[in-house]
Every structure is written in C-alpha cells, then in structure tokens.
Nanobody, 123 residues
C-alpha cells in the first residue's frame, strides 16, 4: 500500500539548517505530487511547499527563499531543505501524496499522509 515516512527532524537553533526526507513506497513516485505541510500547537495545518509530477514547485510566502523542495524519483524520496530556520518554523511536519500529480498547497488535494515529524527551532 501507499506509504510515506518522514525523517530528518529534530531540535535546532535559530539560523540553522535542516533537511527533511519523505521516503515513499507502494506507488510510482514519478506520477505523484508531494507536498510538505506543518502544524504548530494550537494552529491549523498549513501548506509549506509542494512539487508536482512535472517538477513544478510551490512555496508558502513564509518560507520562500529559505526552503527548497526537490525529488529523487530513483530513490523514491522527496526532500525539504530548510535554512535560516526561525522559532516560528517549529511544528510537526508532514509529507503527503497527491495521485493527480498536480500538487499545490491545499491539504484537500492530498489523499496519502505520513505520520509527521517534529521540528523545533529554539535557542
């Protein structure tokens, strides 16, 4: 079955960098859009970044210029490179799969979700 597993989270200081990975199995990654979402305590889940099956990329305004999404279909993995991290980036980060391939930052577009991973930015 379709499975998505996040890794690479942790505790970092403001200004640090971190790379999240989303490993996929059970489907052909080439055909899917993959999105990264996050949810901070007391806040709604928000779209952070996504990459379509044709490698179109999308970013939330709050992360533009700091986050970069990429995919390695041969490794069945999508990455989210995060730099210049801020305390407000603290959240549980989820990757999600959209079998239409179109992507976007709306969570309603995604039918498959990972379990989430904590990212904490604190001094």
């Amino acid at each position: 079955q379709v499975q998505l597993v996040e890794s690479g989270g942790g505790l970092v200081q403001p200004g640090d960098s971190l790379r999240l990975s989303c490993a996929s199995s059970g489907f052909t990654l080439d055909d899917y859009a993959i999105g990264w979402f996050r949810q901070a305590p007391g806040k709604e889940r928000e779209g952070v970044s996504s990459i379509s099956s044709t490698d179109n990329t999308y970013y939330a305004d709050s992360v533009k210029g700091r986050f970069t999404i990429s995919r390695d279909n041969a490794k069945n993995t999508v990455y989210l490179r995060m730099k210049s991290l801020k305390p407000e980036d603290t959240a549980v980060y989820y990757c999600a799969g959209d079998d239409s391939g179109s992507g976007g930052l709306g969570s309603y577009e995604y039918g498959y979700w990972g379990q989430g991973i904590q990212v904490t930015v604190s001094s």
